[in-house]
C-alpha cells in the first residue's frame, strides 16, 4: 500500500520531464486489465497495468504516473518499494535495455468526473461510468507514462457487471463469463496512441449499429434516453458516415478501423476525441425535436472529433504547447466538412455569428493572448483553452487556406498525414508541408498570425484599405475579398468581388463606384472591419438585403464588434439586427443572432429600456414562429422575451405538446414573480427526460428572491446535482436574470469566492466556471474580481477566465450608463 498520508497534489509533468522521459524511453504496448465490478454499488475503480517498454541507456532511472492508491507493483519481476510513491509518481530505478512493469492501483475518486465518472441515472437507478483523459487523466485510472509523445499500442481486459456492455476504442473480440461474477471483456489491440485518447465507457447502454459503407457505426446512450436517440439515430449515421467519406478522401487515407463510436454520456462537458469511440455529452440528445441551429451544431461535434482522428490521434502534437492547433485544426476541418458534406452547407455563416464572434470578443480585452504560446506544464495545457485558441485558430487556419488555396492546403495535409503517421509533430511540420506544396516561405506569416495577441482593424477609406495592429506594430499579411454592391429594388446586388493582398499597412484598390465596398467579403480573414461613415450607414440599414448568409453575418458582427468597443449604441445594434432577423432565411444563423438581440436587450441596455427593447424582440420573433425552418428558434427567443399576454398566449399554445418550450415559459414567467408550482408540477409529471428535475430546479432558480437563489447555489456548487453541458446552460441563464440586478449582485460577489476553492475534472470545472458566471455586476465587484486575477490564489485556466468575464462586465456596464 502507498502511504495514504500522502494526499499531496499530484505533481504536474513538465516540458523538460517529458521530453527527458522520450529521450530515456520508448514505450512498446500497454496491456490493461481494467475491473469495474465494485462500481455497481461501490465506488473503486481497479486497473493493473503491464508496461512493455525500452530504455536508451540501461542503469538509469526514471518514474511512471499513477494517482490514487498503489497496492502493487513489479519492475522487471522486482518488488518496488511502494513508500516511495508520492504526488502521483512511482520512481523506477535501475532500468534494464527491457523491461517489464506491473502496477496494480485503486482510484476511489470516481465521483468528481476528475478522469472518470460513475453516475446513477436519476430516472432508473442505473449506473453508468465514463472516463476522459486529456490532458493527462490516464495516470488516475491506471499507471502510464501520461505524456502525448510516448505513444503505445493498447491492450484492454476489463472485467464489468453481468448486465454492462464495456466500450474502448476497438472491437471487443471476446466476452466471457467469470467464474468469480460477471464479465470479461477483451478488446483487439489498438494502433500507437497517446495515452490521452484511449477510453473506458460502461453501463447498461442502450445501442444501435449501423453498415455505412466500410465502417460499422454505433451508437450507444443512458437506457432513459433511448427515444431521443431513435428519434436522431439516421441523422447521426448519415453525419458520421459522410464525415468519414470526407475526410478519408480529403486527406488521402480512410479511417483504418471499421469500428467507430458515439457514446453519448451523462454530465460530460463537450465531447473528447477518443480514438474510434468518441464522447459526446448526453445532452446533445436533444430532449425536444432539436432545431436547424442544434442539429448544426451537433453535426459539427461529430465532425470535430472526428478530424481529431486524423489530426490528433493518428499524428499527435509533441506536447501541449500545440494544443491550440489540435483544437483549431479540428474546428476548422468541421465547418469545412460541414459544408463540403453534409446537407447544413451555412456552417460558415453559423461560424462567423456564433463562434468566430466571441473570439472577437476575447481577442479585443485584457484576456488576449497569442494563438500559440508555451506551456511549462501539464497543468497549463488548458489555461488558454479558449475562443482565440479554438476560433480564432480556425479562422486563421482558413485565412492559410484562403492564402494558398484549397487544393494546395489539401496536397499539403496528405503529405503530412503520410509523413507522420502513428508518430508525432510539431507546427513546424504543418507549415513545412504548407509552404512546401505551395512554394511559399511562411516564417514571416506564422509569426504575425500566431504570435501577436490582438486583431488587427481594416479601413476603407476612398480608394485605400489601411491595415493597422493593435499594438501600433506591423499588421499582419492579409488576404481577402471585397465585395462592391449597388443598390436595386430587390435589395443590394454585387456588382464585383476585388481578390486582395496586403501587406504593410496601406493597399491601393481599384474599386468600381458602387453603395456599399464589403470588406472581407466571405469573411476569408481575421480582422475588425471599418468604413467611412456613409459606407457604415449602408451597411447598418441594408444589412438584411445582402445575398449571402456569411455577408449578412459580417454585417451583424461588425455591429455587434462596433458595440463591443463601445462604438456604437446599444439602440443602432438593435436596430440592425432586429431588421436582419425580420427577413433572414438562413436558419444556421437566425438563432445566434435572436441570442445576440436578447443579450443586447436584457443585459447591454439600461434598465428603464429592457422591457421596451425585449417586447421588440418578442414581436419579432412571434413573426418569425409562423414560419416553420424558424419556429423552435424563435419560439424560445418568445419565451425568453414574453412580454405580453398575447405573447403567453401564443406560448401556451405552442407549448402543449413542446415540454422544452413549457419549461422556457415557466422559467420566463418565474423570473418574472408569477412562478406556478402547480404547473411545474404538472410538467415535472409529464415530462419523460431523465433529466427533466433539473429543468423545476431551473424554473426555482428563476423566481426574485433570496431563498430562491440560495436554494439554487447549493445545488450548482456544494451538490453538484445540475449536470454539465446544456442543463447546466439553461440553469445558469435561469439564474442570472439580468433584470434582477440587485437581488443578484450578493451571488456575483459569492461567485468569486467559489473560484478559489474549486475542485473536479478539467472539462466539469471549466464548464462549472464559464456557464455560472455573472451576467451582471457593479464597479465593486469588478475591483474585486479584478484583484482576485492578480492573485495567485486561481489556478491558470480560471484566471484567465475570470479575466475575461471582468473585461465583458465592464463593457456591459459601459453600455448601459
Ligand atoms: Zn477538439
Avoid at 448486465?163 to 476504442?169: E, I, Q
Avoid at 468469480?180 to 460502461?202: H, I, K
Avoid at 444501435?208 to 431521443?228: K, M
Avoid at 412562478?675 to 404538472?682: H, K, L
Wanted: proline share 5%.
Amino acid at each position: 500500500m502507498s502511504d495514504p498520508a500522502d494526499s499531496g497534489e499530484p505533481a504536474s509533468l513538465t516540458e523538460q520531464e517529458a521530453r527527458e522521459r522520450a529521450a530515456l524511453l520508448e514505450v512498446e504496448r500497454y496491456d490493461v486489465r481494467v475491473d469495474l465490478r465494485d462500481l455497481l454499488e461501490g465506488e473503486r475503480w481497479q486497473a493493473s497495468s503491464t508496461i512493455t517498454f525500452t530504455c536508451r541507456t540501461p542503469g538509469a532511472s526514471s518514474f511512471v504516473d499513477v494517482v490514487g492508491e498503489v497496492t502493487a507493483a513489479r519492475l522487471n519481476d522486482v518488488e518496488l518499494d511502494l513508500s516511495t510513491h508520492g504526488r502521483g509518481r512511482l520512481p523506477l530505478p535501475d532500468l534494464a535495455a527491457d523491461n517489464v512493469l506491473v502496477v496494480d492501483s485503486v482510484q476511489a475518486d470516481t465521483g468528481s468526473g476528475n478522469a472518470i465518472l460513475r453516475s446513477v441515472d436519476p430516472q432508473d437507478g442505473l449506473v453508468y461510468v465514463w472516463s476522459s483523459f486529456e490532458p493527462d487523466g490516464a495516470r488516475r485510472a491506471w499507471a502510464c507514462f501520461d505524456q502525448p509523445d510516448l505513444k503505445a499500442v493498447h491492450g484492454f481486459q476489463v472485467s464489468a457487471p453481468s448486465a454492462w456492455t464495456v466500450l474502448s476504442n476497438t472491437s471487443p473480440d471476446v466476452v466471457l463469463d467469470r467464474e468469480d461474477g460477471g464479465r470479461l471483456w477483451n478488446f483487439e489491440d489498438t494502433p500507437r496512441l497517446s495515452t490521452y485518447v484511449v477510453v473506458v465507457n460502461a453501463g447498461p447502454f442502450h445501442e444501435q449499429r449501423e453498415e455505412h459503407g466500410d465502417h460499422d457505426l454505433g451508437l450507444y446512450c443512458r437506457q432513459s434516453l433511448r427515444t431521443y436517440l431513435e428519434r436522431d439515430a439516421e441523422e447521426i449515421f448519415r453525419i458520421t458516415a459522410q464525415g468519414l467519406a470526407f475526410f478519408g478522401e480529403q486527406f488521402a487515407r480512410p479511417f483504418p478501423q471499421r469500428r467507430y463510436d458515439h457514446v453519448f454520456v451523462p454530465d460530460f462537458g463537450g465531447a473528447m476525441e477518443n480514438w474510434g469511440c468518441v464522447t459526446c455529452s448526453d445532452s446533445e440528445l436533444y430532449r425536444s425535436p432539436p432545431t436547424y441551429a442544434e442539429r448544426a451544431w451537433r453535426a459539427l461535434l461529430i465532425l470535430h472529433e472526428m478530424a481529431h482522428q486524423w489530426f490528433g490521434d493518428l499524428v499527435t502534437m509533441r506536447w501541449w504547447d500545440d494544443v491550440w492547433l489540435n483544437e483549431a485544426f479540428a474546428s476548422f476541418a468541421s465547418a469545412w466538412a460541414s459544408v463540403g458534406a453534409t446537407e447544413f452547407t451555412d456552417a460558415w455563416a453559423a461560424f462567423l455569428a456564433q463562434e468566430e464572434l466571441p473570439a472577437y470578443q476575447l481577442d479585443a480585452g485584457p484576456a488576449t493572448h497569442p494563438i500559440r504560446g508555451q506551456v511549462s506544464d501539464e497543468s497549463h495545457a488548458f489555461a488558454s483553452f479558449d475562443a482565440i485558441t479554438y476560433y480564432k485558430g480556425q479562422a486563421v487556419l482558413r485565412q492559410l487556406m484562403a492564402l494558398v488555396g484549397e487544393e494546395t492546403f489539401v496536397e499539403a495535409l496528405r503529405h503530412y498525414f503520410a509523413d507522420h503517421a502513428w508518430a508525432n509533430a510539431t507546427l513546424d511540420d504543418l507549415m513545412g508541408a504548407v509552404g512546401a506544396a505551395s512554394g511559399r516561405d511562411l516564417t514571416g506569416w506564422t509569426t504575425a498570425w500566431l504570435d501577436q495577441a490582438g486583431t488587427d482593424t481594416l479601413s476603407l477609406i476612398g480608394g485605400t484599405l489601411l491595415a493597422s495592429s493593435p499594438d501600433g506594430g506591423e499588421p499582419r499579411p492579409h488576404a481577402l475579398r471585397i465585395g462592391s454592391y449597388e443598390r436595386t429594388d430587390d435589395g443590394l446586388r454585387q456588382v464585383a468581388l476585388t481578390d486582395v493582398e496586403t501587406s504593410g499597412t496601406t493597399t491601393r484598390l481599384d474599386l468600381p463606384v458602387a453603395d456599399l465596398h464589403l470588406v472581407n467579403d466571405g469573411d476569408l480573414t481575421f480582422a475588425s472591419v471599418r468604413t467611412d461613415e456613409r459606407s457604415l450607414e449602408v451597411l447598418l440599414s441594408t444589412a438584411a438585403s445582402l445575398p449571402d448568409p456569411v455577408d449578412r453575418a459580417l454585417a451583424v458582427c461588425t455591429a455587434w464588434d462596433l458595440l463591443y468597443r463601445g462604438e456604437l449604441s446599444t439602440g443602432d445594434f438593435l436596430d440592425c439586427v432586429l431588421a436582419v432577423l425580420a427577413t433572414e432565411p438562413s436558419p444556421g444563423v437566425v438563432q445566434p443572432f435572436f441570442e445576440l438581440a436578447l443579450d443586447a436587450a436584457e443585459q447591454w441596455s439600461p434598465a428603464v429600456l429592457v422591457p421596451r427593447r425585449l417586447a421588440r424582440l418578442a414581436d419579432v420573433a412571434a413573426a418569425r414562429a409562423q414560419e416553420p425552418d424558424h419556429r423552435t428558434a424563435a419560439l424560445q427567443t418568445l419565451a425568453a422575451a414574453a412580454s405580453s399576454a398575447e405573447h403567453f398566449e401564443l406560448l401556451d399554445a405552442a407549448a402543449a405538446d413542446d415540454h422544452d418550450l413549457a419549461w422556457r415559459v415557466q422559467v420566463r414567467r418565474a423570473s418574472l414573480g408569477r412562478y406556478d408550482a402547480a404547473a411545474v408540477a404538472d410538467l415535472l409529471e409529464r415530462d419523460p427526460d431523465p433529466d427533466a428535475q433539473v429543468r423545476a430546479w431551473g424554473v426555482e432558480a428563476a423566481r426574485p428572491t433570496e431563498e430562491a437563489k440560495a436554494e439554487a447555489w447549493e445545488r450548482v456548487w456544494r451538490e453538484r446535482a445540475v449536470p454539465a453541458g446544456l442543463p447546466q446552460i439553461g440553469f445558469a441563464r435561469a439564474f442570472w436574470r439580468p433584470a434582477q440586478h440587485e437581488l443578484l449582485l450578493p451571488w456575483a460577489h459569492r461567485y468569486l469566492d467559489e473560484l478559489t476553492d474549486l475542485s473536479g475534472g478539467l472539462l466539469s470545472v471549466l464548464s462549472q466556471v464559464r456557464i455560472m458566471r455573472p451576467r451582471t455586476c457593479d464597479e465593486e465587484w469588478l475591483a474585486r474580481a479584478e484583484e482576485l486575477t492578480r492573485s495567485e490564489e486561481l489556478t491558470p485556466v480560471v484566471r484567465t477566465s475570470l479575466v475575461a468575464t471582468v473585461d465583458t462586465l465592464t463593457r456591459v456596464l459601459g453600455a448601459r450608463s
